[in-house]
């Protein structure tokens, strides 16, 4: 049983005992005619006290029984449910910047505008990358001519080169009959008496001798000259290739150089909204600098739940998102995806608990939830509006 003395509420006969004891006899006339005003008081005195209501005792308990029925209803209403208040709206922000330093000579959009996909927003000076093209389209040209010269030397390598192999092994053919000649009259001059010959006749006998071994010698060097055929074609082939080699380079480099023009044109990526927007008319624009976001129109919800909460939680169960910023607004979703892996745990500096004094701390994991219903094209969602996303478990 309840001690109501623990709260200072005694019940109302224990206030009674703490009263003087009543008088039993009633007081008799005589005695009380006589006494007279005296009688009176002692009556007034002899009165029972009026007894104390319990009604603010049967009050509180009934709210405390109330409390405990709103507590176990609540209770029960929220026991499939997992809510945070550490969740915001994320999506895709896409960084633009150049890819070619310039002067901004168009600017084709303004702060907070929506642009769809191709759509121009910057136009960098074209001439430079106009004057690169140029020159890279006639180097081009250039060595395409050299590249046609090379193949018709090839083709004549071809048939040159052998026809001269074979007309020194002819050559070669003709001074060895000549040297054959040439000994045969030298041997024949020297053997006949000198009586039936003149010293003219031995003396040119010796001289075409000595003629046709130079001859004979001068064939050979030609004939070895002339069996070079594979390697003076393997030569003219490797030209050929080069200016292959060359002329594919000079082709990258127009290319590049068209790349670079096209550059030119800072275009968007996708549809969104255009945010953060930091270029103006005529700035000098260096290439990977950031000079706006595009914001696309998909809105997702990123909520960390504490890890406890995590027990039950799985892709595909039904949420019920508010927004602080439209109270009204009334958002339902799913869980898309758990993050594998806490905050921390990819955060710049993550905890080493392996060194110093370990303090436990209740980690929280981003948990993805996509909004399937309820968004108003009237009242767009920025990224990172805090939101208050309710799971329901079952």
């Known amino acids: 049983m309840f001690d109501w003395t623990e709260i200072g509420l005694a019940p109302a006969r224990e206030a009674e005992n703490d009263q003087p004891p009543r008088r039993q006899d009633a007081p008799s006339p005589s005695r009380s005619a006589g006494r007279g005003g005296q009688d009176e008081n002692d009556g007034d005195q002899g009165e029972r006290p009026p007894r104390r209501t319990r009604w603010p005792l049967v009050a509180l308990g009934l709210g405390i029984a109330a409390a405990a029925v709103a507590a176990t209803i609540y209770w029960y209403q929220t026991k499939d449910q997992q809510t945070t208040d550490d969740a915001y709206t994320d999506g895709r922000a896409v960084i633009i910047a150049p890819h070619v330093s310039g002067y901004v000579t168009v600017l084709a959009v303004d702060d907070n505008q929506f642009v769809h996909a191709g759509d121009l927003l910057v136009q960098i000076e074209r001439k430079d990358f106009l004057a690169v093209q140029h020159q890279a389209a006639s180097q081009l040209a250039a060595i395409e001519a050299q590249l046609d010269s090379g193949r018709i030397a090839l083709d004549k390598a071809r048939v040159t080169f052998p026809a001269q192999l ?218 990172g509006l805090s939101v208050e996303p309710t799971v329901y478990l079952r």
Do not use: C
């Open 166 to 383: 074979t007309q020194a092994q002819g050559q070669f053919i003709e001074a060895q009959g000549r040297l054959f000649q040439a000994e045969r009259d030298y041997q024949r001059q020297h053997r006949i008496a000198r009586a039936a010959t003149t010293q003219q006749s031995v003396d040119s006998s010796t001289a075409n001798q000595r003629i046709a071994r130079g001859q004979l010698d001068q064939a050979k060097g030609q004939l070895r000259r002339a069996e070079l055929v594979r390697q003076n074609i393997a030569q003219a082939e490797a030209r050929v290739k080069q200016l292959e080699a060359e002329r594919r380079q000079t082709q990258a480099k127009l290319d590049l150089a068209a790349i670079d023009l096209g550059y030119t044109r800072v275009t968007a990526p996708h549809d969104g909204w255009v945010t953060r927007r930091n270029v103006e008319m005529g700035n000098y624009l260096q290439a990977g600098t950031q000079i706006m976001a595009i914001v696309e129109p998909e809105v997702w919800v990123t909520a960390n739940f504490k890890e406890t909460a995590l027990a039950r939680m799985r892709p595909g169960q039904r949420v019920r998102i508010h927004v602080d910023a439209y109270p009204d607004l009334r958002l339902e979703g799913h869980v898309d995806s758990i993050q594998k892996g806490s905050g921390a745990r990819f955060s710049a500096f993550p905890p080493e608990n392996a060194t110093g004094n370990y303090v436990k701390i209740v980690q929280r994991v981003p948990v993805k939830i996509v909004i399937d219903s309820g968004l108003d094209p009237a009242r767009p969602l920025p990224l």
